[in-house]
């Protein structure tokens, strides 16, 4: 909250005028990129509990079978599709959390959507604004840059509402000075005559915005070229991947990137090591395994949460598909991530049937309150002190889960 | 603002015929030309200072920026005469404004009423009505406070049920008080049913059984944020207090047969009747539903609150750093005519710090784009395409996530200059989607029917001669790239 006492205003603009023209974009950024799988994943499928007899009898053909499962644990085993992420694991770079969720009982995807984006919960205290938007917000003055916050896609995502600075893009070639003449030389050398003679703050903040803008331009115009042999998939989920690990390796002061992939609300032949969601996974496994290898260079520099609205019921229903459930398996990948482990209890419980004692469709019982996690991963990656923590998600005072 | 059912008629019949015809955007276009003087006069005079013309920094504040021929109407009335209209908005038809920013139903109707829409309906009307009045509105003064007011009673649409209540807000509570009576202004805010939900005053009830609690939260905020500000020097305990008078004022939109449904009301078995007392002051028992007016009138007339609401609006109207004797002036006006803002804006206004404090500020996003879409007499219905460059820069309409509303501070706003220069230069090549200006026309009035050349364009945006430097740099592009630089130049980011 601001308070408007001559001295406080006085030390902030000292303070806020320091970083200013310490170029801020080029500093070492962190970058959370923040993937939302739309529509409910049935997670039980990416990693799956082949320990589990309870999860082969409630799922007679949509099970995903141990034989043909990637062995991790003596409990787990990833789903087929997820070969490319295997190493990951292996590496303890990747992680999960089973049973998370958010404790809407609805079952609707657009509520449980929208109250996960903003940070909200049934009986908690709603904020405005989405998370990272009132997260951005809550940094405004030290760290920014236009390119703070950009979202691949073409709508902005809620939970990035609210933000200073946020950039919906679909290519990084979005991000341009555009000189309607075609004169962009001409433009650029007048924009830094005329924030180049001007002594203030709003200059230094011109010359600053000129520079890192030719730092984007200089990536633009000319195929890019990955490194490590990463493949980038030519779907949308890859090509999305790939201009964030471009936008990433030009330093442009990025600090959080959204990106959505949908296709997983699986009613109807859902299918297992084959199938509907096999494909959904495969597309979502290498496209993040593309990322990791072409960013190997720079694997101190980014965190990657995968998050989905619930997960499902542990029974299939007899379309060959399984409903809305609740708790699903959240997954973050990066080097300050501890991986090598699934969080949380086992067996895995689970309400086999619509519960008539509690509310909501039946599926894993929630155990980890989802922004215990999401304010782990914050804390972990860019930095989330216990005030800021309270401002986020008001009420909830932050529980270590031991997934960063 | 009269919403009567006169206008709402017509503008139900203007968007009818606009289904009907296509392209009838373009018939209130001509209309307004025509008939209503929103297009360019054929002359425009230039300032020859090296100083912004001073009725020039009058409309850069006191407006959203000047329309051409505004500076010389202001010049040919006499400032004080020109704040005096503005003062009294009723006295100024805006029929041309009306034509285009009345044609949204959803912000007709009560705040109980306004569920039947859906949320994308109403985002969009409510979003596109402000624009189109901040660039379009002849009661200027009107609309910078409607922004002052927004920004001070924030409210974002996102949080919980606020999409379905902030167009009744908008219109019943900070509309109507706009340049009304700061108490008044508080009072309404106070049982908003937008309010009542963003800061969670509905839940707010007495202590009888053990799962009732009061909410503190209101309270907090009436006093931290809209009255006294955060070192006013209230305690917690003068929180608990003003949240037990506020107790009781609810809101709930499934209420069956009450006469008053879709509005706040006032739950006497939620209402905690005993004794109160708050900064110092007793508000006996059994009040009832009277508590609020007496908190209220409390909390308004306190001292903290004159000096906080003056320093707001010095920080708003005069620079980030405002002179420590006009912030005194101003607040003992406030505390003299109990909370008039309109005689709180006029001593501003004519004070010479005002006049002194000539290009000190920094325009926010919204005041840069509709600055510079009216000095370029720009036509627009402020569609999407129009309301997403506002998103870019980080100032959406009722889009601020936490209830202390968007900064007055300059420095959250310098990281999203791309986004400046960006629009800037599309508007004036004409490749603004969704905007149209005619730069060649503009030329033609500034350059007295011949082209008008950098010194002329510069004057006419910035309120004042260039440097040399400033010519130099501008380079020699056509007249399109001209402007545009103009409007991404530092010296039009300021006012």
Redesign the interface.
């Known amino acids: ?6 001295r406080a ?2 030390s ?2 000292a303070l ?1 005028a320091a970083p ?1 023209f310490a170029a801020v974009p080029r500093e070492e950024t962190h970058t959370l990129i923040h993937v939302f799988l739309r529509g409910g994943c049935d997670t039980l499928n990416l990693w799956v509990p082949y320990a589990d007899d309870q999860y082969y009898r409630l799922r007679p053909s949509l099970a995903i079978k141990a034989s043909e499962a990637i062995r991790l644990t003596d409990r787990y085993a990833l789903h087929p599709m997820m070969k490319p992420m295997e190493s990951m694991f292996k590496e303890g770079r990747l992680g999960a959390v089973q049973s998370v969720g958010v404790d809407n009982t609805t079952g609707s995807h657009f509520e449980c959507q929208d109250m996960m984006e ?1 940070g909200d919960t049934m009986d908690g ?6 998370w990272l ?2 997260y951005l ?1 809550l940094r ?2 030290d760290k ?3 390119l ?1 916050a950009v979202a691949i896609g073409t709508t ?1 995502p ?1 939970s990035l ?7 919906v893009i679909e290519r990084l070639d979005d ?1 341009a ?5 075609g ?1 962009s030389e ?2 650029v ?3 830094k ?3 180049g ?2 002594v ?4 230094g ?2 010359v600053e ?1 000129l520079d ?2 030719k730092r984007v331009s200089a990536l633009q115009g000319k195929d890019y070229q990955s490194e490590n042999g990463a493949v980038y998939p030519k779907d949308s989920f890859g090509s999305g991947m790939r201009e964030i690990a471009r936008l990433l390796k030009a330093r442009l002061g990025l600090q959080v990137a959204c990106i959505d992939l949908g296709g997983w609300d699986t009613h109807f032949f859902q299918g297992n090591a084959i199938g509907q969601q096999a494909e959904c996974i495969k597309t979502l496994a290498e496209g993040i395994a593309a990322l990791d290898a072409d960013l190997k260079g720079h694997r101190g520099r980014y965190t990657v949460m995968i998050t989905t609205e619930f997960g499902r019921r542990v029974y299939e229903n007899a379309s060959l598909g399984t409903d809305h459930g609740r708790g699903f398996t959240f997954m973050a990948l990066g080097d300050r991530v501890k991986g090598g482990q699934v969080l949380g209890s086992w067996p895995i419980k689970a309400d086999d049937d619509v519960n008539v004692n509690t509310p909501g469709p039946g599926g894993l019982h929630l155990e980890t309150d989802y922004r215990h996690v999401f304010a782990e991963v914050l804390r972990g990656s860019l930095g989330l002190s216990k005030a800021e923590s309270v ?1 986020l998600f008001p009420g909830v005072v932050p529980k270590a889960v031991g997934l960063l | 603002m009269q919403t009567t059912r006169r206008s709402l008629l017509k503008a139900t019949t203007l968007s009818f015929s606009a289904a009907a015809l296509a392209g009838c955007d373009r018939v209130i276009t001509q209309v307004n030309r025509e008939f209503f003087g929103e297009g360019l006069p054929s002359k425009l005079i230039l300032p020859t200072s090296v100083e912004i013309d001073p009725e020039f920094h009058l409309l850069s504040r006191a407006a959203f920026g000047s329309w051409p021929g505004d500076v010389q109407r202001v010049k040919k009335m006499g400032r004080e005469k020109w704040i005096e209209e503005q003062l009294n908005p009723g006295s100024i038809s805006d029929t041309a404004c009306d034509l285009r920013a009345e044609q949204f139903e959803s912000l007709y109707f009560s705040a109980g009423d306004a569920y039947e829409f859906r949320k994308p309906v109403l985002r969009e009307e409510i979003t596109r009505h402000a624009m189109l009045r901040a660039i379009y509105s002849r009661r200027q003064l009107f609309e910078v406070m409607v922004e002052f007011w927004t920004d001070h009673l924030n409210i ?1 649409l ?3 049920d ?1 999409i379905y209540l902030k167009p009744s807000d908008d219109r019943d509570v900070i509309r109507k008080h706009a340049l009304g009576n700061f108490h008044d202004l508080i009072r309404a805010s106070a049982t908003s049913p937008a309010m009542l939900v ?1 800061l ?1 005053g509905k839940a707010n009830k007495v202590r009888r059984k053990t799962d009732d609690k009061p909410n503190e ?1 209101y309270a907090r905020e009436l006093m ?2 809209h009255t006294m ?3 006013g020097g209230y305690t917690q305990d003068d929180v608990r207090e003003a949240a037990r008078c506020l107790s009781g004022w609810t809101f709930d939109r499934n209420r069956f047969f009450a006469m008053n449904q879709s509005e706040s009301f006032f739950k006497p078995d939620w209402h905690d009747d005993g004794e109160k007392r708050v900064l110092g002051q007793v508000i006996p028992a059994k009040g009832g539903e009277s508590d609020l007016d007496r908190l209220v009138d409390i909390v308004c007339s306190h001292t903290s609150t004159a000096n ?1 609401l003056a ?2 609006l010095c ?1 708003r109207f005069v620079s ?2 405002p002179p ?1 004797n006009l912030v005194k002036r101003v607040a003992a006006e406030f505390t003299r005519t109990h909370g008039d803002i309109k005689c709180v804006l006029r001593l501003l206004l004519n004070s010479e710090e005002f006049i002194a404090s000539r290009g000190q500020l ?1 325009k926010r996003p919204l005041k840069f784009m509709v600055s510079a879409m009216r000095a370029l007499a720009a036509d627009t219905q402020a569609e999407k395409s129009v309301l997403e460059p506002l ?4 100032h959406g309409f009722f ?6 509303g968007y ?1 007055d ?4 706003w ?6 400046r ?2 629009f800037g ?2 508007l ?4 603004q989607p969704g905007v149209r200006v005619n730069v060649y026309e503009l030329g033609k009035a500034l350059g007295n029917g011949k082209a008008a050349n950098h010194v002329a364009y510069f004057s006419h945006l910035v309120g004042r001669c260039p440097t040399e ?2 010519i ?4 020699d ?2 007249e ?2 001209t402007v ?2 103009i409007l ?4 039009f ?2 006012c």
């Open positions: 909250m601001s308070t408007f006492t001559r205003l006085l902030k603009l806020a200013t903003h205290t709603p904020a405005g604004g989405g938007g009132r917000r405004a003055v920014q840059s236009p703070s902005l809620e509402r609210g933000a200073p600075a946020v950039s991000i000075i555009k000189t309607p003449s004169d001409a433009v050398k007048a924009l005559a005329m924030y003679a001007d203030t703050l709003l200059g903040r011109g915005t890192l803008f401002k | 974002d996102e949080k919980g606020c963003y969670d939260n931290e944020l500000g955060a070192s906080f320093l707001k920080r980030e750093i420590e920094l998103q870019r820069m980080g889009q601020y996530p936490t209830p202390d900064t501070d300059e420095l959250p310098m990281g999203t200059l791309m986004w220069w960006n230069m599309a004036a090549a004409g490749k430097a400033e130099t740099a501008l380079g592009g056509d399109k790239q545009g630089l991404a130049g530092p010296a980011q300021r």
